[in-house]
Protein backbone atom coordinates (compact mmCIF):
# COMPACT_ATOMS: atom_id res chain seq x y z
CA UNK A 1 0.00 0.00 0.00
CA UNK A 2 1.16 3.50 -0.99
CA UNK A 3 1.62 5.79 2.00
CA UNK A 4 1.28 9.96 1.82
CA UNK A 5 2.81 11.39 -0.83
CA UNK A 6 3.73 14.81 -0.70
CA UNK A 7 5.99 17.08 -2.93
CA UNK A 8 7.78 18.51 -4.07
CA UNK A 9 10.26 17.31 -1.23
CA UNK A 10 11.82 20.45 -1.12
CA UNK A 11 11.05 24.25 -2.25
CA UNK A 12 13.40 27.37 -1.81
CA UNK A 13 11.90 30.75 -2.90
CA UNK A 14 12.62 34.58 -2.04
CA UNK A 15 10.37 35.96 -0.06
CA UNK A 16 7.08 37.70 -1.32
CA UNK A 17 6.86 35.15 -3.90
CA UNK A 18 3.96 32.33 -4.02
CA UNK A 19 4.54 28.69 -3.16
CA UNK A 20 1.98 25.80 -3.37
CA UNK A 21 2.40 22.39 -1.93
CA UNK A 22 0.78 18.91 -2.96
CA UNK A 23 -0.45 15.82 -0.45
CA UNK A 24 -1.85 12.48 -2.35
CA UNK A 25 -3.01 10.52 0.69
CA UNK A 26 -3.41 7.04 1.52
CA UNK A 27 -6.46 5.49 -0.68
CA UNK A 28 -9.53 5.37 1.30
CA UNK A 29 -8.25 7.94 3.77
CA UNK A 30 -11.41 10.51 4.14
CA UNK A 31 -9.68 12.99 6.78
CA UNK A 32 -6.74 15.11 5.44
CA UNK A 33 -4.13 17.34 7.39
CA UNK A 34 -1.67 19.91 7.03
CA UNK A 35 0.65 20.60 9.90
CA UNK A 36 3.91 23.13 9.93
CA UNK A 37 6.74 21.75 11.95
CA UNK A 38 9.20 24.99 13.16
CA UNK A 39 12.51 24.02 13.25
CA UNK A 40 13.13 21.57 16.88
CA UNK A 41 9.34 21.88 17.28
CA UNK A 42 6.52 19.53 17.23
CA UNK A 43 3.72 19.68 14.12
CA UNK A 44 0.93 21.85 15.13
CA UNK A 45 -1.80 21.32 13.13
CA UNK A 46 -2.92 24.41 10.02
CA UNK A 47 -5.90 22.25 8.81
CA UNK A 48 -8.50 19.09 8.67
CA UNK A 49 -10.50 18.02 5.98
CA UNK A 50 -12.99 15.27 6.50
CA UNK A 51 -13.58 14.65 2.52
CA UNK A 52 -13.41 18.24 0.65
CA UNK A 53 -14.66 20.25 3.68
CA UNK A 54 -12.32 22.19 5.94
CA UNK A 55 -13.95 21.01 9.30
CA UNK A 56 -11.31 22.20 11.51
CA UNK A 57 -9.06 25.40 10.25
CA UNK A 58 -8.87 27.63 13.31
CA UNK A 59 -5.07 27.49 13.06
CA UNK A 60 -4.65 28.25 9.92
CA UNK A 61 -3.34 32.39 9.15
CA UNK A 62 -5.88 32.94 6.47
CA UNK A 63 -4.41 36.23 5.27
CA UNK A 64 -1.73 34.53 3.33
CA UNK A 65 -2.51 30.47 3.46
CA UNK A 66 -5.14 28.49 1.47
CA UNK A 67 -5.67 25.08 0.88
CA UNK A 68 -8.06 23.17 -1.08
CA UNK A 69 -9.16 19.65 -1.74
CA UNK A 70 -11.55 19.89 -4.55
CA UNK A 71 -12.15 16.18 -4.98
CA UNK A 72 -11.60 14.74 -1.66
CA UNK A 73 -9.11 13.13 -2.37
CA UNK A 74 -5.38 15.20 -3.08
CA UNK A 75 -4.89 18.41 -1.23
CA UNK A 76 -2.93 21.84 -2.33
CA UNK A 77 -1.75 24.31 0.17
CA UNK A 78 -0.85 27.56 -1.02
CA UNK A 79 1.25 30.36 0.47
CA UNK A 80 0.76 33.87 -0.84
CA UNK A 81 3.20 35.96 -0.42
CA UNK A 82 6.12 33.89 1.34
CA UNK A 83 7.36 35.59 4.18
CA UNK A 84 10.76 34.84 6.08
CA UNK A 85 8.78 33.47 9.05
CA UNK A 86 7.52 30.69 6.81
CA UNK A 87 10.64 28.28 6.09
CA UNK A 88 9.49 25.24 8.14
CA UNK A 89 8.39 22.07 7.32
CA UNK A 90 5.29 21.26 6.19
CA UNK A 91 3.51 17.53 6.71
CA UNK A 92 0.19 16.18 5.39
CA UNK A 93 -0.96 13.35 7.12
CA UNK A 94 -3.94 11.22 6.23
CA UNK A 95 -6.33 8.90 8.27
CA UNK A 96 -9.51 6.55 7.61
CA UNK A 97 -11.64 8.76 9.72
CA UNK A 98 -11.93 11.36 11.84
CA UNK A 99 -11.97 9.72 15.43
CA UNK A 100 -9.08 10.61 18.12
CA UNK A 101 -8.99 7.08 18.36
CA UNK A 102 -7.59 7.10 14.64
CA UNK A 103 -3.69 6.73 13.68
CA UNK A 104 -2.20 8.99 11.27
CA UNK A 105 0.01 8.64 8.67
CA UNK A 106 2.36 11.26 7.87
CA UNK A 107 3.88 11.75 4.15
CA UNK A 108 7.77 12.80 4.35
CA UNK A 109 6.91 16.42 4.39
CA UNK A 110 8.08 19.56 2.09
CA UNK A 111 10.96 21.55 3.77
CA UNK A 112 10.04 25.11 2.68
CA UNK A 113 13.12 27.82 2.42
CA UNK A 114 12.15 31.44 2.41
CA UNK A 115 15.28 33.95 1.16
CA UNK B 1 -6.19 22.54 24.31
CA UNK B 2 -4.09 20.13 25.22
CA UNK B 3 -0.60 20.61 25.97
CA UNK B 4 1.90 18.37 25.99
CA UNK B 5 5.60 18.24 27.90
CA UNK B 6 8.43 16.39 26.33
CA UNK B 7 10.66 17.17 29.58
CA UNK B 8 14.17 16.20 27.71
CA UNK B 9 15.50 17.90 24.35
CA UNK B 10 17.95 15.50 24.00
CA UNK B 11 18.89 12.16 25.07
CA UNK B 12 21.85 10.73 24.76
CA UNK B 13 22.57 6.83 25.55
CA UNK B 14 25.18 4.74 24.98
CA UNK B 15 24.24 1.28 23.07
CA UNK B 16 22.70 -2.01 24.84
CA UNK B 17 21.23 0.40 27.57
CA UNK B 18 17.84 1.00 28.63
CA UNK B 19 16.11 4.24 28.11
CA UNK B 20 12.88 6.19 29.04
CA UNK B 21 11.61 9.23 27.44
CA UNK B 22 9.61 11.43 29.16
CA UNK B 23 5.61 12.89 28.60
CA UNK B 24 3.11 14.45 30.44
CA UNK B 25 0.14 16.07 29.37
CA UNK B 26 -2.37 19.07 30.50
CA UNK B 27 -6.02 17.20 30.90
CA UNK B 28 -7.07 14.12 33.11
CA UNK B 29 -9.89 14.20 31.05
CA UNK B 30 -10.37 11.43 28.90
CA UNK B 31 -7.27 11.35 25.88
CA UNK B 32 -5.21 9.25 23.87
CA UNK B 33 -1.97 9.09 23.98
CA UNK B 34 0.64 8.07 20.95
CA UNK B 35 4.46 8.23 20.24
CA UNK B 36 5.50 8.94 16.92
CA UNK B 37 9.10 8.57 15.59
CA UNK B 38 11.01 10.30 12.98
CA UNK B 39 13.94 9.57 11.37
CA UNK B 40 16.06 12.32 9.58
CA UNK B 41 14.23 13.68 6.28
CA UNK B 42 11.33 11.28 6.87
CA UNK B 43 7.73 11.72 8.30
CA UNK B 44 6.21 10.84 11.18
CA UNK B 45 5.73 6.88 12.11
CA UNK B 46 3.51 5.45 15.00
CA UNK B 47 5.29 3.33 17.38
CA UNK B 48 2.36 3.03 19.51
CA UNK B 49 -0.83 4.39 21.54
CA UNK B 50 -2.58 3.97 24.42
CA UNK B 51 -6.88 3.93 23.33
CA UNK B 52 -8.09 2.09 26.95
CA UNK B 53 -7.64 -0.89 28.95
CA UNK B 54 -4.13 -1.92 30.36
CA UNK B 55 -2.40 1.27 31.06
CA UNK B 56 1.19 -0.75 29.75
CA UNK B 57 1.42 -0.42 25.88
CA UNK B 58 4.27 -2.28 23.33
CA UNK B 59 4.95 -1.18 20.00
CA UNK B 60 7.51 -1.43 17.28
CA UNK B 61 10.73 -2.19 17.47
CA UNK B 62 10.35 -2.93 21.13
CA UNK B 63 9.21 0.59 22.91
CA UNK B 64 6.43 0.61 25.35
CA UNK B 65 5.01 2.90 27.39
CA UNK B 66 2.83 3.36 30.28
CA UNK B 67 -0.13 5.39 30.71
CA UNK B 68 -0.54 7.16 34.09
CA UNK B 69 -3.81 8.92 34.49
CA UNK B 70 -3.10 10.08 37.99
CA UNK B 71 -0.15 12.01 36.93
CA UNK B 72 -1.09 12.64 33.66
CA UNK B 73 2.35 10.58 32.16
CA UNK B 74 2.73 8.46 29.36
CA UNK B 75 6.34 7.93 29.69
CA UNK B 76 8.16 5.57 26.17
CA UNK B 77 10.89 2.68 27.64
CA UNK B 78 12.89 0.65 25.77
CA UNK B 79 14.99 -2.10 27.89
CA UNK B 80 18.12 -1.82 25.36
CA UNK B 81 18.44 0.57 22.57
CA UNK B 82 20.18 -0.09 19.18
CA UNK B 83 21.94 2.66 17.16
CA UNK B 84 19.22 2.61 14.74
CA UNK B 85 17.22 4.04 17.27
CA UNK B 86 18.98 7.43 17.03
CA UNK B 87 15.82 9.34 16.06
CA UNK B 88 13.61 12.19 16.65
CA UNK B 89 10.68 10.97 19.50
CA UNK B 90 7.08 12.42 19.28
CA UNK B 91 4.44 12.32 22.18
CA UNK B 92 1.47 13.26 21.06
CA UNK B 93 -1.82 13.51 22.64
CA UNK B 94 -5.99 13.54 21.06
CA UNK B 95 -8.86 14.55 22.93
CA UNK B 96 -12.79 13.94 22.35
CA UNK B 97 -13.58 17.70 21.54
CA UNK B 98 -16.16 18.28 19.30
CA UNK B 99 -14.40 21.58 17.93
CA UNK B 100 -10.91 19.44 18.12
CA UNK B 101 -11.91 16.04 17.26
CA UNK B 102 -9.32 13.84 16.00
CA UNK B 103 -6.27 17.00 16.87
CA UNK B 104 -3.05 15.99 17.70
CA UNK B 105 -1.09 18.10 20.23
CA UNK B 106 2.67 16.96 19.65
CA UNK B 107 5.46 17.86 21.98
CA UNK B 108 8.80 19.99 20.94
CA UNK B 109 10.55 15.94 20.67
CA UNK B 110 13.22 14.71 22.23
CA UNK B 111 16.42 13.65 20.30
CA UNK B 112 17.61 10.48 20.93
CA UNK B 113 21.36 9.75 20.09
CA UNK B 114 22.54 6.28 20.46
CA UNK B 115 26.27 6.34 21.04
CA UNK B 116 28.51 2.37 19.92
Known amino acids: EAGVVQSPRYKIIEKKQPVAFWCNPI?????LYWYLQNLGQGPELLIR????????DSQLPKDRFSAERLKGVDSTLKIQPAELGDSAVYLCASSPGTSGRREQFFGPGTRLTVL | AQSVTQLDSQVPVFEEAPVELRCNYSSSVSVYLFWYVQYPNQGLQLLLKYLSGSTLVKGINGFEAEFNKSQTSFHLRKPSVHISDTAEYFC??????????????FGRGTQLTVWP
Open chain 2, 92 to 105: AVSDGGSSTLGRLY
Open chain 1, 49 to 56: YENEEAVD
Open chain 1, 27 to 31: SGHNT
